[in-house]
């Protein structure tokens, strides 16, 4: 299975850059700024790494990132993990970026998003690797905060190809930051919003509602609401689901119950993703093969979740449409090679 799942060629939709910057890495970029980590070495740092919910997950996510000042840093970070997922079959991926967690730091918005993009545009050129840009708002601050941001993407304009919604769910619904997506909608942004991660099913509902967005980031508990599961499976709404991270972050007691065999038997369009790699064990095929062996999913069903990547990702039809045979031509000669 696990030879299977490195060959599949898949997308990757939910990844949080700042989430890729792994112990190592950040103790080199902290002694090139001359910063101060709390902890005294890579393994006293890795063994942190025991988190109780998200908000746990989310305090030791934001000290890390404080290492990152420079350009190059940025760049760093981006490139380890683009070439990681070549390594893993990713042809595509669709990388979220946190700029106030670095604005708030003094690090001017163009040293974050010059950084990441130039290591994206390298990694084209040598990998082949393609990927764009999602630029997401705390959600756990003020929306004049997300508003101040938003401007500043937008020199930057063709660098990004979405906003989304990221941080701390519990006490901050999408509802909150209604205008700045719709003000995002007409600056010609596409919209995600991570949702029913540890937020309800109505959390979901107002993403759909009143951020208006192409995907929902999790949605494990749209599963608890009928009607919103009839309609995420009626309008294909892509799901990106996190194994790891659910399990990481106690969002599941044991992968075994997760619910991604629910969704694919209501027919939702589900993704498998890395979330934060550096932290939650594993990077997209870790995901994947973790998730198979629980649930006991047939190459089938997972041939399913690498076309559903695809499908779900910002592409235009005519390039879903080669990368999804570029799945079933891998299918088929696996399965040729077999008998
Ligand atoms: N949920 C919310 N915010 C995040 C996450 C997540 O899984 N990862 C990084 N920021
Ligand atoms: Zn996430």
Redesign the pocket.
Same mark, same amino acid.
């Given at each position: 299975m696990l030879n299977f799942i490195n060959g599949l060629p898949k997308a990757e939709l939910?990844l949080?850059i #700042?989430?890729t910057l792994n112990p190592e890495l950040m103790f080199k970029i902290a002694k090139r700024n001359n910063i101060k980590i709390k902890y005294n070495s890579i393994d006293g740092l890795k063994k942190a790494y025991d988190f109780g919910n998200?908000q746990d997950?989310?305090n030791l996510?934001y000290q890390g990132a404080e290492v990152l000042i420079q350009e190059l840093d940025f760049y760093e970070m981006t490139w380890e993990y683009l070439e990681k997922a070549h390594i893993q079959n990713v042809l595509h991926c669709e990388i979220?970026f946190?700029p106030q967690t670095h604005t708030t730091r003094g690090v001017a918005f163009a040293t974050v998003i010059n950084g990441i993009y130039k290591a994206m545009m390298d990694a084209e050129n040598k990998f082949g690797i393609s990927s764009k840009l999602i630029l997401?708002f705390l959600?756990d601050m003020d929306e004049e905060s997300a508003i101040k941001t938003l401007h500043e993407a937008l020199p930057h304009k063709d660098k990004i190809i979405a906003v989304g919604l990221? !941080?701390? #769910?519990v006490g901050n619904p999408p509802s909150k930051f209604k205008n700045v997506f719709n003000l995002a909608h007409q600056e010609g942004f596409l919209t995600v919003a991570?949702a029913g #991660? #540890?937020g309800p099913a109505d959390y979901v509902w107002e993403a759909l509602e009143h951020l208006r967005v192409s995907r929902i980031?999790?949605g494990n508990n749209s599963m608890d609401d009928e009607a919103l599961i009839d309609e995420l499976a009626k309008s294909q709404m892509p799901l990106t689901v996190?194994p790891l !991270?659910n399990l990481k972050?106690k969002v599941v007691d044991d992968l075994k119950n997760h619910p991604l065999r629910k969704m694919i038997e209501k027919n939702l369009l589900v993704t498998i993703n890395s979330?934060?790699p550096a932290y939650f064990g594993g990077y997209i095929n870790e995901n994947y093969l973790a998730i198979a062996e629980a649930l006991d999913l047939s190459k089938e069903e997972i041939g399913q979740l690498a076309k559903n990547s695809f499908k779900a990702c910002f592409f235009e039809d005519f390039l879903k449409e080669k990368m999804i045979a570029k799945v079933d031509e891998y299918l088929l000669n696996y399965n040729q090679n077999l008998d």
């Open positions: 939910h949080h #700042e989430g998200l997950f989310l996510y979220f946190d997401c959600r990221d !941080s701390a #769910e991570h #991660e #540890e980031d999790h996190c !991270s972050l979330d934060d």
